[in-house]
């Protein structure tokens, strides 16, 4: 099954240390240029950059159907990152789009794609044994703290 991701579960993940469960969950995940960009960019998160760098499990793709993003940006005024991985997602009937934003959750269930939080991806991995109850508790207090995230 074909994952695709926006930049927030990433990041989110990134920050509590825990990025480490995409794989465990999901194999592979696919982060359209855009998303890798963002996530890459900001001078300062240089260590997250770096582990998404190291992730070899992360694979970055080209959205080749740029007038479809273009034009999902202007209709929902969604961020290029978000559009990217939702026309992805749809253009290749992933499997899901692990995407936060309320906005871009929105347009996605609208199309008719399968969606996952980071919430989600926390329970997940707790349904699977990877993390406990406890830790979930600890991650979500750690990501309130991180209001940006």
Do not use: H
Request: some cysteine.
């Amino acid at each position: 099954m074909i994952i695709v991701s926006d930049t927030t579960p990433i990041i989110t993940l990134s920050k509590i240390k825990r990025l480490d469960l995409l794989e465990k969950l999901f194999k592979n995940i696919i982060i359209p240029r855009a998303v890798y960009d963002e996530l890459t960019s900001n001078a300062q998160f240089q260590e997250e950059a770096q582990m998404i760098n190291d992730a070899e499990y992360i694979k970055v793709v080209e959205v080749e159907d740029s007038k479809a993003v273009e034009l999902l940006q202007r209709v929902t005024g969604l961020d290029l990152g978000e559009s990217e991985a939702i026309i992805y997602t749809d253009n290749y009937k992933a499997g899901l789009l692990l995407i936060d934003e309320a906005k871009g959750r929105k347009v996605a269930k609208q199309m008719g794609l399968s969606i996952m939080g980071t919430v989600g991806i926390l329970m997940a991995a707790y349904d699977e044994k990877f993390i406990s109850s406890n830790e979930i508790k600890e991650y979500i207090e750690i990501m309130k703290m991180c209001e940006g995230i």
